[in-house]
């Protein structure tokens, strides 16, 4: 049954409690400033907590909203499972979680790709999102479900001209599979989809994708043209994708991967 009469209503996160993995900064402090702007009390977690605390107090005061933040690296069992303790113990439930948080940086190309390197990408965007997803599943099965948003990106979809990406590529490919099957298990109390950005300036890769980032011009242009709308995408992008996915607007989506890249796979 359709959760909401009306359209715009069903859109709003009125007393919902959101927790955002990563939400420090860049594409994650875009989700959590949607879900505060739609009456969502809202829990950054992220490994920078000075950046997770004053981000926290600027989305407050901007949108009139509870918003704080907790100290989380989300490798660590027992940092997410405290995170989402929090998020319950100061909003009285769990009912959004956007697994987000996200590591990239250009390495060496296959035939030389470190074993470290693969790892270290690996225990943050793949682990971490399944830890994320699982503390939170436990949580919002106690109580009235829920639902959860992951990260992946369109590089979990397709692969990429510029080298040094494998770990980065594999480990949102498993994003996507893993929020299918996750999808499939957590239901029909709790909804998983996955959100796949194009490319967005943000401070990923060690700032390489802002768009004053030294030496990136080219890169960045490369990928520009290969983008149908003609320009990179900003974190603001992806707010109204974030609350469609987090709230009942979506009631019947689940264990689907929705793109916002500006077009960047279509051909
Ligand atoms: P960002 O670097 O601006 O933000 C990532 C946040 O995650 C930071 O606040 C960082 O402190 C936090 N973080 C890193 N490691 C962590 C850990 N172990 N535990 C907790 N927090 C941690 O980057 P972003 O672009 O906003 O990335 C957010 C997500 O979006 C990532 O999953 C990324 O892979 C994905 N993504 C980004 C792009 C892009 O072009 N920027 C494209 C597709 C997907």
Sequence with gaps: VPAAAGVLESFSLDGDAVLVTGGAGGIGAAYAEACAEAGGDVMLADIDADGAESTAAELAEAAGADVRAVACDVTDEDDVRDAVDA???????????????????????????????????????????FLTTRESAAAMRADEGGRIVTTASVLGLVGTETPGLSAYV?????????????????????????????????????????????????????????????????????????????????????????????????T
């Design 170 to 266: 594999a480990s949102k490919g498993g994003v996507v599979q893993f929020t299918r099957q996750a999808a499939v298990e957590l239901g029909p109390d709790i909804r998983v989809n996955a959100i796949a950005p194009g490319w967005v300036h943000t401070g990923i890769g060690g700032g390489m994708m802002r768009e004053d980032a030294p030496g990136m011009e080219p890169v960045q242009e490369q990928m520009r043209q290969e983008t149908a709308l003609g320009r990179l995408g900003y974190p603001a992008d992806l707010k109204g994708l974030a609350l469609f996915l987090a709230s009942p607007a979506s009631a019947y989506c689940t264990g689907a991967v929705y793109r916002n890249d500006g077009g960047y796979t279509t």
């Design 87 to 129: 998020t319950v113990d100061a909003f009285g439930g769990l009912d959004v979680t956007f697994a987000n948080a996200g590591i990239g940086r250009l390495f060496d190309p296959v035939h030389s790709q470190d074993l470290e390197h693969w790892r270290e990408v690996m225990a943050v965007n793949l682990d971490g999102v």
